[in-house]
């Protein structure tokens, strides 16, 4: 496993700005996963400064959200549809006919068949080059809670408290938080060819270190990127404040530029 440690959240932002923008330059037609919550605002900011002011072209870029809130619209402000809008579509040229978000309002006796119908759209497009991904408080990815089976594919899941009160942040109240989605699985997130997965502040901490040093298991969602051949963890000082191997992280790190490889 890659493992970044780096000052703060700006740093943290721009360093995976940076991997995304590789990959786009390598891979001009590409698929990308995205992920929504407080952690990578910062990295889309960065994103579309890159189109607006080094001409970094998303007219290639296919993307797949990991999931959306289940009951809400995609024109609900609070939906991820109107996020990925707000802090990415609207400041670069991704083609909004190449993004895609599962859809929250979906009727229940459809659910399954769209579920089907998402994970089928990545297969046709030829599967997720870079998957970016946030780790939860209870140490979920994407909404793969506490318990998710790692095997698990794309489907209605319940979120856990811990989420909906982590969440009532962006809701007037907790009350508000929709208590259902529509998340890709461990299993679909485990196909893609490469992981980004990105952490910041104290409060992350605890879970980080569960997550990358602790036992693999589905009681830390986010432990399952231990299974995945190439991960690159991007963390700020503070969520990387509970690793007992940081040492070997930042000497690791120190080592890539003369090898020029990334050291997985
Ligand atoms: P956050 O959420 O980025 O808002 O901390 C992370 C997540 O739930 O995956």
């Not at 809400?72 to 939906?79: F, K, M, Q």
């Given at each position: 496993m890659r493992v970044l440690i780096v000052k703060n959240y700006e740093e943290l932002s721009v360093k995976a700005a940076e991997e995304v923008a590789e990959l786009i330059k390598r891979k001009p037609i590409c698929v990308l996963g995205l992920a929504t919550g407080g952690t990578p605002v910062g990295m889309y900011k960065e994103l579309a400064r890159m189109h607006q002011s080094e001409g970094l072209d998303f007219s290639g870029v296919a993307t797949f959200n990991l999931d959306e809130y289940y009951g809400?619209?995609?024109?609900?402000?609070?939906?991820y549809r109107c996020f990925m809008d707000a802090n990415l579509v609207d400041g670069t040229n991704i083609n909004r006919e190449n993004m895609f978000i599962p859809n929250g309002k979906v009727a229940i006796k459809d659910v399954e068949a769209h579920c089907a119908e998402y994970e089928e759209k990545i297969k046709e497009a030829g599967g997720i080059d870079l998957q970016v991904l946030g780790i939860g408080g209870d140490g979920h990815i994407a909404f793969n809670e506490p318990g998710a089976s790692l095997a698990s594919r794309t489907r209605l899941v319940a979120l856990n408290e811990q989420t909906i009160k982590d969440n009532a942040r962006f809701f007037a109240s907790a009350e508000e938080v929709p208590v259902y989605a529509i998340s890709m699985g461990v299993g679909t997130i485990l196909e893609a060819r490469e992981l980004l997965v990105l952490a910041n502040g104290e409060k992350k901490a605890d879970i980080v270190a569960k997550a990358l040093e602790g036992p693999l298991s589905s009681s830390v969602v986010a432990s399952v990127i231990q299974l995945h051949p190439k991960v690159t963890v991007i963390l700020d000082e503070e969520a990387a404040g509970k690793l007992s191997r940081a040492n070997f992280y930042k000497f690791a790190a120190s080592m890539e530029g003369q090898v020029r490889l990334k050291l997985f």
């Open positions: 809400l619209d995609g024109s609900h402000p609070h939906s």
